[in-house]
C-alpha cells in the first residue's frame, strides 16, 4: 500500500445532534470568547479559520484485496465542535458525522482549545489549564507594567505592580499618568483587568 499525502480545505464540521454519539458543542459565555492581546489593550474577537488536512491511505491501491479504489482518510472525533478531533482515528472516504481531519485537541471537551489558536481567556479551561493553544505552555496576556515618562504621559499601559498577576486574577491596570493632584507625577488605575492566559 502506497501512504501519500494529500493537502485540502475543508469547512469545519459540526457535530449531527441527532446522532446520541455526538454531543452538542459547548457554549461559550460571551464574556470569555478570546482576547487579542495588543500593547495598549485588547479586542474581543471570534473563532480563528483553521486549515484541515486529510491523508490519502490507501491512494491508487485497487489491487486484489477488494479495495474499491475510495480514498480513505483518518477522521478524529470532535467532541466540542471546533473542528479539532482527538483519539483514535477512524478510517472512512467521507467524515462520519461528528468527525475531523485534524487531529491533536488537548482538550475536546473545551472549543476554545485547539493547536496553535491565538487568542488569550480569563477562564480557565474544564480540567484547570490555562493551555489553550495546546504547546504544552502557559503564557500570560500581559506581562509588564504601566510606565510614566518624564513629561508624565504613559509610556506603556500596564500592571500597576512590577509582578504581572496570574492567570484569571484581577488586579489594578494603569491607563494614564497624571501631574494635576500633586507635584509629582502618579499613575491612574483604571478599573482592575484580569490577567487573560493561552
Do not use: K
Not at 48 to 77: C, E, K, M, S, Y
Request: hydrophobic share 40%; with cysteine.
Amino acid at each position: 500500500m502506497i501512504l501519500s499525502l494529500v493537502i485540502a480545505c475543508a469547512q469545519p464540521l459540526l457535530p449531527d445532534t441527532g446522532d446520541s454519539r455526538v454531543p452538542p458543542p459547548i457554549e461559550v459565555p460571551e464574556a470569555d470568547r478570546g482576547i487579542v492581546v495588543g500593547q495598549t489593550g485588547h479586542f474581543i474577537v471570534g473563532p480563528l479559520a483553521r486549515p484541515r488536512i486529510p491523508f490519502d491511505v490507501n491512494a491508487g491501491d485497487t489491487g486484489d484485496t477488494g479495495d474499491t479504489g475510495d480514498t480513505l482518510i483518518p477522521w478524529f472525533f470532535d467532541g466540542d465542535g471546533d473542528g479539532w478531533g482527538a483519539g483514535e482515528p477512524v478510517l472512512e472516504a467521507a467524515a462520519p458525522p461528528g468527525f475531523v481531519a485534524q487531529d491533536g485537541d488537548c482538550d475536546d471537551e473545551d472549543a476554545r482549545a485547539w493547536p496553535g489558536q491565538e487568542l488569550f481567556y480569563t477562564s480557565p479551561r474544564p480540567d484547570g489549564s490555562w493551555d489553550f493553544d495546546c504547546d504544552s505552555e502557559v503564557e500570560v496576556g500581559w506581562a509588564w507594567a504601566g510606565v510614566c515618562d518624564a513629561d508624565c504621559i504613559v509610556e506603556a499601559q500596564g500592571w500597576a505592580t512590577a509582578l504581572a498577576p496570574s492567570c484569571g486574577v484581577a488586579a489594578d491596570w494603569i491607563s494614564a499618568c497624571s501631574d494635576e493632584v500633586v507635584e509629582t507625577c502618579e499613575p491612574i488605575s483604571e478599573a482592575q483587568r484580569i490577567q487573560p492566559c493561552r
